[in-house]
């Protein structure tokens, strides 16, 4: 685990170069001279003075001094369970919407992570069928529900 | 019309059957959200704008804000029954309601919690109807230079008060929501910016896509990563459930304090619920006569921490309806919806829609008269509830999350923000950045940025207006001081004055 020190001096680093970012893409934004638009109100002044303020933090979040709570790993819970979820979450959101027919991405979703996670390694043949059992009909039951109540009820054009 | 009259014909309107059947499912759906650690109010009132789309203007925002004050009530059960808050609003009422419940008193406890909680909105409510309007008024004094400084004093305060010991990444947060806030066209001359190529930029990042993201995906990571809460089997409970008047009129004071307390920080930008509860539990302990027993079992401070959660409600609707900026994450979502449903909240509210405000102390009060009925009638169902494992809740959440931001703008890029904003939420939360000033600043991140390029355009590019106009000058003030307040060696500094000038004294 990282312990939180390393990850706020990483995450300053990125703030800097976030800032320094904006400050540039504000500095080169069009300033509308051919309008004769007030220099003052130039659509770059405020994402130049956000971007030097988010560089200014960026610097004190990498050189912040010493407190208790820095040298604590971050605690990401189980890691495993972590990537399961976040990887399924992101295929159903990202790669399976708009490309299968929302109710059977649903279908899959559901029924693929509530399986994965009531499944348990040497629990018997007879508790792991029991769990493909209830995540099949957990993801018949709620993507039918789903699909239904949002085509029907508020008229949306599902995905 | 006086305002007797205006809470008369509000009261009229929202008494009909269909406007109790909505207060009556949406409170319920808002308690079993709260109740169930993982969902909070800000994920029930973003998912359910989704839902409300299709209704009429009055029962839209009836049905959110029975689900925000029902969410925010439905904290309490897990976190009675668990030792887990349902909501983070919730955590100063594990400190007394665990405790509690493991000698067996359980169901009182919950009593209690209901009782405070109803209470403490009742209290909120009186509040909004006799602050709003008055704030209303002087906020149509306000200019771009003055609505720069609140932008400004909002970001501050939040990122002081939301931030867990570190006021610098509460301060990050504000501005990344602020840069966030900066993609696509922008308000004065509608240039582009940040779009990075991508068409879908160019109207900005969308508020509701972004929340239920950031509360939302980022919930779900966190429920499922982490381990179960376990029902408490402790002592037989043979408590009543409905709370003794006497208990209610020995705590009367406890109960005023933490329900004024609870509105008047729910009023400050951004700050929110938990901080109501914290700051109510606090003074309640810091003037008990039974200091002893917080922690252990306190029915003072546990009726302190609901009334000050909930007292926390109506106190953050002051800001979002009469400034349009929310005084918590659930009502920058409700400022979100009522911009959807027709509504636009500001200075002018009292001007164009002067009944509004009595609306919402209606709508307030119905939620909290459902959440009286079920707190006291409903016990056994949320224990049952409780027990759903999060293997089968939360694939049906994430589902939500997909198909709600997708409802209201019919595009899947909208999908694809929400994934990002959960994803990136997720890890900010884990590296102790709060998230409301990033939310905040992402909604103020207009009204800043319109308000100094115009505030510049009156005074010809001079900054001087900006501190030198009295209610400017009075919020730079603020933002200093809470600046300064933020950094250690400033504080300690104040602390030694305040200590030697004691001691002298």
């Given at each position: 685990m990282m312990p939180m020190r390393t990850a706020d001096k990483i995450m300053g680093i990125v703030l800097i170069l976030l800032g320094v970012a904006m400050i540039w893409g504000g500095y080169v934004m069009d300033r509308l001279e051919i309008r004769g638009i007030h220099p003052a109100s130039i659509p770059g002044l405020v994402p130049m003075g956000l971007g030097a303020l988010i560089a200014i933090c960026g610097g004190l979040l990498f050189a912040s001094g010493k407190n208790?709570?820095?040298?604590?790993?971050?605690?990401?819970?189980?890691?495993?369970?972590?990537?399961?979820?976040?990887?399924?979450?992101?295929?159903?959101?990202?790669?399976?919407?708009?490309?299968?027919?929302?109710?059977?991405?649903?279908?899959?979703?559901?029924?693929?992570?509530?399986?994965?996670?009531?499944?348990?390694?040497?629990?018997?043949?007879?508790?792991?069928?029991?769990?493909?059992?209830?995540?099949?009909a957990s993801g018949v039951f709620f993507s039918a529900t789903i699909s239904v109540l949002f085509r029907y009820a508020f008229l949306v054009r599902l995905p | 019309m006086g305002v007797f009259e205006q809470l008369f014909l509000a009261f009229g309107t929202f008494t009909t059957p269909i406007m109790i059947f909505h207060v009556a499912w949406a409170t319920l759906l808002g308690i079993f959200v709260g109740s169930l650690p993982g969902l909070t109010a800000t994920m029930g009132v973003a998912l359910l704008t989704s839902l409300t789309y299709g209704l009429d203007r009055d029962a839209a925002i009836l049905v959110l804000i029975s689900m925000y004050v029902g969410a925010i009530y439905g904290g309490s059960r897990s976190a009675i029954l668990l030792n887990i808050p349902g909501t983070p609003a919730?955590?100063?009422?594990?400190?007394?309601?665990?405790?509690l419940a493991r000698q067996g008193k359980a169901a009182y406890a919950m009593g209690l919690a209901t009782a405070g909680s109803a209470l403490g909105t009742i209290l909120g409510i009186i509040l909004l109807v006799a602050i709003a309007p008055p704030l209303a008024a002087v906020a149509l004094k306000f200019g771009s230079f003055e609505f720069f400084w609140l932008a400004v004093f909002g970001i501050v305060i939040s990122g002081?008060?939301?931030?867990?010991?570190?006021?610098?990444?509460?301060?990050?947060?504000?501005?990344?929501?602020?840069?966030?806030?900066?993609?696509?066209?922008?308000?004065?001359?509608?240039?582009?910016?940040?779009?990075?190529?991508?068409?879908?930029?160019?109207?900005?990042?969308?508020?509701?896509?972004?929340?239920?993201?950031?509360?939302?995906?980022?919930e779900v990571l966190t429920a499922m990563s982490g381990s179960d809460g376990v029902i408490l089997k402790a002592k037989k409970d043979h408590s009543r459930s409905v709370p003794r008047l006497a208990d209610l009129v020995k705590y009367r004071l406890t109960i005023i304090k933490s329900g004024v307390i609870g509105t008047m920080v729910g009023i400050i930008p951004g700050?929110?619920?938990?901080?109501?509860?914290?700051?109510?539990?606090?003074?309640?302990?810091?003037?008990?006569?039974?200091?002893?027993?917080?922690?252990?079992?306190?029915?003072?401070?546990?009726?302190?921490?609901?009334?000050?959660?909930?007292?926390?409600?109506?106190?953050?609707?002051?800001?979002?309806?009469?400034?349009?900026?929310?005084?918590?994450?659930?009502?920058?979502?409700?400022?979100?919806?009522?911009?959807?449903?027709?509504?636009?909240?500001?200075p002018m509210i009292m001007i164009e829609q002067p009944e509004f405000i009595f609306s919402i102390a209606v709508m307030l009060f119905l939620a909290t008269l459902a959440i009286l009925i079920y707190g006291l009638s409903l016990t056994p169902l949320f224990v049952a509830v409780l027990r759903v494992p999060n293997a089968y809740l939360m694939p049906i959440i994430f589902s939500l999350c997909v198909i709600g931001p997708y409802a209201i703008s019919q595009r899947l890029f909208d999908v694809w923000v929400m994934v990002f904003f959960g994803l990136v939420g997720f890890v900010l939360r884990k590296m102790k950045f709060p998230m409301p000033p990033l939310v905040l600043g992402i909604i103020l991140g207009a009204l800043l940025d319109k308000s100094l390029r115009r505030g510049l355009i009156l005074s010809d590019g001079d900054l001087t207006p900006f501190f030198t106009r009295p209610i400017s000058a009075g919020f730079a003030f603020l933002v200093l001081v809470v600046v300064l307040a933020g950094i250690p060696s400033v504080k300690r500094l104040i602390w030694r004055l305040i200590r030697n000038g004691g001691t002298n004294g």
């Amino acid at each position: 685990m990282m312990p939180m020190r390393t990850a706020d001096k990483i995450m300053g680093i990125v703030l800097i170069l976030l800032g320094v970012a904006m400050i540039w893409g504000g500095y080169v934004m069009d300033r509308l001279e051919i309008r004769g638009i007030h220099p003052a109100s130039i659509p770059g002044l405020v994402p130049m003075g956000l971007g030097a303020l988010i560089a200014i933090c960026g610097g004190l979040l990498f050189a912040s001094g010493k407190n208790e709570t820095q040298d604590e790993p971050i605690d990401f819970g189980d890691m495993s369970k972590l990537l399961w979820t976040a990887g399924l979450s992101v295929v159903f959101a990202v790669v399976l919407i708009g490309r299968v027919p929302f109710a059977w991405a649903t279908f899959l979703f559901i029924a693929a992570m509530t399986t994965r996670f009531t499944w348990t390694k040497g629990a018997g043949i007879v508790a792991n069928r029991r769990a493909l059992f209830f995540g099949l009909a957990s993801g018949v039951f709620f993507s039918a529900t789903i699909s239904v109540l949002f085509r029907y009820a508020f008229l949306v054009r599902l995905p | 019309m006086g305002v007797f009259e205006q809470l008369f014909l509000a009261f009229g309107t929202f008494t009909t059957p269909i406007m109790i059947f909505h207060v009556a499912w949406a409170t319920l759906l808002g308690i079993f959200v709260g109740s169930l650690p993982g969902l909070t109010a800000t994920m029930g009132v973003a998912l359910l704008t989704s839902l409300t789309y299709g209704l009429d203007r009055d029962a839209a925002i009836l049905v959110l804000i029975s689900m925000y004050v029902g969410a925010i009530y439905g904290g309490s059960r897990s976190a009675i029954l668990l030792n887990i808050p349902g909501t983070p609003a919730s955590a100063a009422t594990s400190l007394d309601g665990y405790p509690l419940a493991r000698q067996g008193k359980a169901a009182y406890a919950m009593g209690l919690a209901t009782a405070g909680s109803a209470l403490g909105t009742i209290l909120g409510i009186i509040l909004l109807v006799a602050i709003a309007p008055p704030l209303a008024a002087v906020a149509l004094k306000f200019g771009s230079f003055e609505f720069f400084w609140l932008a400004v004093f909002g970001i501050v305060i939040s990122g002081m008060l939301t931030a867990d010991g570190n006021p610098l990444k509460g301060y990050i947060a504000g501005l990344l929501g602020l840069a966030v806030a900066m993609i696509g066209s922008e308000g004065i001359h509608a240039v582009v910016r940040f779009n990075m190529g991508i068409p879908e930029l160019n109207g900005g990042i969308g508020l509701i896509p972004a929340m239920v993201g950031v509360f939302g995906f980022a919930e779900v990571l966190t429920a499922m990563s982490g381990s179960d809460g376990v029902i408490l089997k402790a002592k037989k409970d043979h408590s009543r459930s409905v709370p003794r008047l006497a208990d209610l009129v020995k705590y009367r004071l406890t109960i005023i304090k933490s329900g004024v307390i609870g509105t008047m920080v729910g009023i400050i930008p951004g700050v929110g619920e938990d901080i109501g509860a914290w700051a109510s539990y606090a003074a309640a302990r810091a003037n008990s006569k039974e200091k002893e027993m917080f922690g252990k079992g306190s029915q003072e401070g546990l009726i302190a921490a609901e009334t000050g959660n909930s007292a926390v409600v109506p106190g953050s609707l002051i800001p979002a309806i009469t400034l349009a900026i929310p005084g918590s994450a659930p009502s920058a979502v409700l400022i979100a919806a009522l911009f959807i449903h027709g509504i636009r909240p500001g200075p002018m509210i009292m001007i164009e829609q002067p009944e509004f405000i009595f609306s919402i102390a209606v709508m307030l009060f119905l939620a909290t008269l459902a959440i009286l009925i079920y707190g006291l009638s409903l016990t056994p169902l949320f224990v049952a509830v409780l027990r759903v494992p999060n293997a089968y809740l939360m694939p049906i959440i994430f589902s939500l999350c997909v198909i709600g931001p997708y409802a209201i703008s019919q595009r899947l890029f909208d999908v694809w923000v929400m994934v990002f904003f959960g994803l990136v939420g997720f890890v900010l939360r884990k590296m102790k950045f709060p998230m409301p000033p990033l939310v905040l600043g992402i909604i103020l991140g207009a009204l800043l940025d319109k308000s100094l390029r115009r505030g510049l355009i009156l005074s010809d590019g001079d900054l001087t207006p900006f501190f030198t106009r009295p209610i400017s000058a009075g919020f730079a003030f603020l933002v200093l001081v809470v600046v300064l307040a933020g950094i250690p060696s400033v504080k300690r500094l104040i602390w030694r004055l305040i200590r030697n000038g004691g001691t002298n004294g």
